[in-house]
């Protein structure tokens, strides 16, 4: 075994052969098999009870799913990773296997629209909620009890791109015993690590930068080690095997990923390892343009706002710029014209819901991701009816600026 390289890039790069995989490949191959055999029954068994390493069955996992938890968990600098079959998986069998009815939760309340309608579901589960402004950590401090588990939150929210006010809320979680979650997917482990803030958990979709080619699903969650899970209550003892910093993840594991099933295919797997060998060049080309198009957009005289944290209008800007190594690849822009009238005339920008992918994506808001919530909560997260969320590719510089030149010409 080599000396993995410091750079991120590089390690990234090199993982998969520096662990040595089978027949001397570059990259991990492909396993899809569901089942596992031993040659006795007391090696099954040992497996079984995780007293020897070793896969049982496809739904907990499977070695090349297992290779990219280990890559992940490098980006990280974490104890241990869990994939999942999306970004939503991981939140929500996180978060069934870690609370119980009577627990509160405390969270950001510029979230992801289906982690903020999986709240609900979590309120008719028997947990309470809170929702409030992260980017102000007093708000989170108000709103925390005795009975507060957990607090979550978006490295940047999506759409607004709202900066939390992550290291000051990771002081508090860390004085208080309280598992902190930190959601990094618009982020990246290019441009931020949470484990600086003290986060406790990190969660990513790996569908987004990760993987970056807009073909595989995929999400992980993974323990930075820094929370003491002999002080949480909810640990089964079934789990309160080995160290005690594995507890937390071997019950998200077992209770999360096995119980609920949520599992990610080994095919997802293999492509999401294969894109995160460029991560970083993607990334840092995507923030580059999105931060050239943010700012042809503030100065357009059809638009009435943009929102972008590379801008000196934003009011996190200054908080961006010490925690990211680039303001990310996300923005949104409000146009005095209807959205639809100026996606319509964008040529090379793709209509599309996804984001984090090599090209340039573009959606009206509040007609489509936001639709289900309303009016009323929309206006209460400040999403403007005519926002329009644009997620910035790879394209050359260029070629994407003359688009959006030429539908604004048009309006």
Same mark, same amino acid.
């Not at 930075?224 to 002999?230: E, N």
């Not at 801008?311 to 949104?332: D, M, Y």
């Given at each position: 075994m080599q000396v993995m390289p410091h750079d991120i890039s590089t390690r990234i790069l090199h993982a998969d052969r520096l662990a040595a995989p089978e027949h001397g490949a570059t990259h991990k191959p492909l396993h899809i098999a569901t089942g596992y055999g031993y040659e006795t029954a007391e090696e099954l068994t040992a497996v079984f009870q995780g007293e020897k390493a070793g896969h049982v069955y496809g739904r907990q996992g499977n070695p090349t799913t297992q290779a990219l938890e280990a890559k992940i968990s490098m980006m990280e600098d974490a104890v241990g990773t869990v994939c999942f079959a999306t970004g939503m998986a991981a939140i929500t069998g996180t978060m069934f296997a870690l609370l119980r009815a009577g627990d509160h939760v405390v969270a950001s309340q510029f979230l992801f629209g289906n982690t903020a309608s999986y709240f609900k579901t979590l309120q008719?589960?028997?947990?309470?909620?809170?929702?409030?402004?992260?980017?102000?950590?007093?708000?989170?401090?108000?709103?925390?009890? @005795?009975?507060?588990?957990?607090?979550?939150?978006?490295?940047?929210?999506?759409?607004?791109?709202?900066?939390?006010?992550?290291?000051?809320?990771?002081?508090?979680?860390?004085?208080?015993?309280?598992?902190?979650?930190?959601?990094?997917?618009?982020?990246?482990?290019?441009?931020?690590? @949470?484990?600086?803030?003290?986060?406790?958990?990190?969660?990513?979709?790996?569908?987004?930068?990760?993987?970056?080619?807009?073909?595989?699903?995929?999400?992980?969650?993974?323990?930075?080690?820094?929370?003491?899970?002999?002080?949480? @209550?909810?640990?089964? @003892?079934?789990?309160?095997?080995?160290?005690?910093?594995?507890?937390?993840?071997?019950?998200?594991?077992?209770?999360?990923?096995?119980?609920?099933?949520?599992?990610?295919?080994?095919?997802?797997?293999?492509?999401?390892?294969?894109?995160?060998?460029?991560?970083?060049?993607?990334?840092?080309?995507?923030?580059?343009?999105?931060?050239?198009?943010?700012?042809?957009?503030?100065?357009e005289p059809k638009v009435a706002r943009v929102h972008y944290p590379g801008l000196a209008s934003h009011p996190q800007h200054e908080r961006a710029g010490k925690l990211f190594k680039g303001f990310g690849s996300l923005l949104a822009f409000e146009p005095k014209a209807d959205p639809f009238d100026v996606l319509n005339r964008l040529k090379l920008v793709i209509k599309s819901s996804h984001l984090g992918d090599n090209r340039t994506l573009a959606l009206p808001v509040a007609r489509t991701i936001f639709w289900e919530m309303g009016e009323e909560q929309r206006q209460s997260m400040d999403i403007a009816e005519s926002l329009i969320r644009v997620s910035v590719g790879i394209e050359a510089e260029a070629d994407l600026l003359d688009d959006f030149k030429q539908a604004f010409a048009q309006l």
């Amino acid at each position: 075994m080599q000396v993995m390289p410091h750079d991120i890039s590089t390690r990234i790069l090199h993982a998969d052969r520096l662990a040595a995989p089978e027949h001397g490949a570059t990259h991990k191959p492909l396993h899809i098999a569901t089942g596992y055999g031993y040659e006795t029954a007391e090696e099954l068994t040992a497996v079984f009870q995780g007293e020897k390493a070793g896969h049982v069955y496809g739904r907990q996992g499977n070695p090349t799913t297992q290779a990219l938890e280990a890559k992940i968990s490098m980006m990280e600098d974490a104890v241990g990773t869990v994939c999942f079959a999306t970004g939503m998986a991981a939140i929500t069998g996180t978060m069934f296997a870690l609370l119980r009815a009577g627990d509160h939760v405390v969270a950001s309340q510029f979230l992801f629209g289906n982690t903020a309608s999986y709240f609900k579901t979590l309120q008719l589960l028997g947990c309470e909620v809170t929702l409030v402004d992260a980017t102000d950590a007093a708000n989170i401090a108000a709103a925390l009890r @005795p009975t507060t588990r957990m607090v979550f939150v978006e490295t940047i929210a999506n759409p607004r791109t709202q900066v939390a006010d992550l290291a000051a809320i990771g002081r508090q979680c860390k004085d208080l015993g309280i598992v902190y979650v930190v959601d990094s997917t618009l982020t990246s482990p290019a441009t931020f690590k @949470p484990k600086d803030v003290h986060a406790s958990l990190i969660v990513h979709s790996l569908s987004k930068a990760i993987c970056g080619h807009g073909n595989a699903l995929g999400g992980s969650i993974s323990d930075t080690g820094l929370y003491d899970w002999t002080k949480y @209550p909810n640990i089964l @003892p079934a789990y309160k095997k080995d160290a005690a910093a594995k507890w937390g993840l071997l019950q998200v594991r077992k209770k999360g990923l096995r119980d609920l099933g949520g599992t990610l295919s080994s095919e997802h797997g293999h492509r999401i390892a294969a894109g995160a060998e460029t991560m970083t060049l993607r990334v840092e080309r995507a923030c580059s343009n999105a931060l050239a198009l943010a700012r042809w957009l503030e100065a357009e005289p059809k638009v009435a706002r943009v929102h972008y944290p590379g801008l000196a209008s934003h009011p996190q800007h200054e908080r961006a710029g010490k925690l990211f190594k680039g303001f990310g690849s996300l923005l949104a822009f409000e146009p005095k014209a209807d959205p639809f009238d100026v996606l319509n005339r964008l040529k090379l920008v793709i209509k599309s819901s996804h984001l984090g992918d090599n090209r340039t994506l573009a959606l009206p808001v509040a007609r489509t991701i936001f639709w289900e919530m309303g009016e009323e909560q929309r206006q209460s997260m400040d999403i403007a009816e005519s926002l329009i969320r644009v997620s910035v590719g790879i394209e050359a510089e260029a070629d994407l600026l003359d688009d959006f030149k030429q539908a604004f010409a048009q309006l």
